[in-house]
């Protein structure tokens, strides 16, 4: 048997004015997403738990069978295993993104996309002003995301994800908790860096904005997980432009199954995905996990025709592919399931149930009529926690 989970990120959504009072899902043209639906079962899924923030970071680890009131230190830490950064007993791993400010307001959590190439240019300047204070390591990563390890750093830190306060005062959400002083001096002395750097200058004399700004969020210590192939007998790969993703996977025990030109937006190599999941699949492994960023960030840009657009590629390009691919192949199973919602209406997450379906092999229909949120609040599968999935996707009966 073989196993894909499909996860557009962030897919689920709220009823959208401009889409004629219909969420992204119900209003994009998503024939594959509807057919897997109507032959397999599902319904709604509460990936969030009660007692954690509504994240990709709790929703995919949900996802690959964690159980995040369990298991969970932080969103940083998890990047990091991606980008090969051993984490010591004392290291605390920051998650460092360069934003666009204008005063005291974010205006943009990415910098407008900046790219992965003037993002780590930057990274290196602040490296070689900012790391004279012992103990700190920049390291770069895709685009606006990147990370900071601080030796020995503080333990409770509350801070907040930079998506969720676009346009909101940046002095009234900076980190509190534990030496909260040192993590603000480090992001105030990252400003007059960026701002002389000639890759800002460059930028702004495009009209393009300027990642004026270093926003530290998402600390934690290295997290260790049991792997899947102790879980639930798996050996596999994940496919995803985002490190955050990949880290859980590498966590537990997966191939980051690498992809050219995969950037995490409307861009994205698609076909290439496809075809090096199911090259995996071919050469003997049993599971893949296939994440597609691009309707998180639509969301959180308050895009709704980009996040439409976004689904609409995801069904085209990709999950009728898989399934296509998938019926050549043999036994095989497909779980399709979002990791969260991100309403355009919010610009961020929520923590609502979000529609999941199964489908293929052994996985008789039960009346689904589509693959959307009405759909599958209709539907009569419903799971109550995000972590469960992995067990009735792959039928195992061990507890996670």
Not at 19 to 31: C, K, S
Request: proline share 6%; hydrophobic share 40%.
């Amino acid at each position: 048997m073989k196993y894909v989970v499909l996860v557009p990120d962030g897919a689920a959504d709220y009823p959208v004015p401009e889409l004629g009072g219909r969420t992204p899902l119900q209003a994009a043209d998503i024939p594959n997403m509807d057919r897997l639906a109507r032959e397999g079962r599902g319904g709604m899924v509460q990936m969030i738990p009660e007692s954690r923030p509504p994240g990709s970071d709790i929703g995919n680890l949900e996802i690959f069978g964690y159980d995040t009131r369990l298991h969970y230190s932080g969103r940083a830490p998890l990047e990091a295993v991606s980008i090969g950064i051993e984490l010591g007993e004392e290291d605390v791993a920051f998650r460092c993104n360069l934003i666009h400010r204008d005063g005291d307001t974010l205006v943009d959590y990415s910098a407008g996309h900046i790219s992965s190439e003037e993002g780590g240019a930057l990274l290196r300047e602040l490296a070689d002003a900012v790391t004279a204070q012992e103990g700190i390591r920049f390291y770069p990563g895709v685009g606006y995301r990147h990370l900071m390890v601080f030796s020995n750093g503080p333990q409770e830190l509350l801070s907040f994800p930079p998506h969720d306060i676009m346009g909101e005062s940046i002095s009234a959400h900076l980190p509190t908790g534990d030496r909260q002083e040192e993590v603000r001096r480090l992001m105030a002395a990252a400003e007059p860096i960026l701002l002389r750097s000639e890759v800002n200058r460059r930028r702004a004399s495009l009209g393009m904005p300027t990642a004026n700004g270093m926003w530290l969020w998402g600390s934690g210590r290295a997290l260790k997980l049991e792997g899947l192939t102790e879980k639930y007998g798996l050996r596999g790969g994940v496919i995803s432009a985002v490190d955050l993703v990949r880290g859980i996977g590498q966590c537990a025990g997966l191939e980051v199954i690498e992809v050219p030109g995969i950037t995490g937006y409307l861009d994205t190599n698609y076909a290439g995905k496809v075809a090096y999941a199911l090259a995996a699949l071919e050469r003997g492994m049993d599971f893949v996990y296939l994440h597609v960023e691009a309707p998180d960030e639509a969301g959180h840009n308050a895009d709704a025709d980009a996040k439409k657009q976004a689904l609409e590629d995801f069904d085209r390009h990709v999950v009728g592919r898989i399934m296509v691919a998938l019926e050549q192949l043999g036994p095989s199973r497909v779980l399709l399931t979002p990791d969260h919602r991100t309403p355009v209406e919010l610009r961020t997450h929520s923590r609502e149930p979000v529609p999941f379906a199964l489908w293929g092999t052994n996985v008789p229909p039960d009346g689904l009529q589509a693959y959307s949120e009405a759909a599958g609040e209709a539907g009569s599968f419903h799971v109550e926690r995000g972590h469960e999935l992995m067990t009735h996707l792959t039928g195992a009966r061990r507890e996670s």
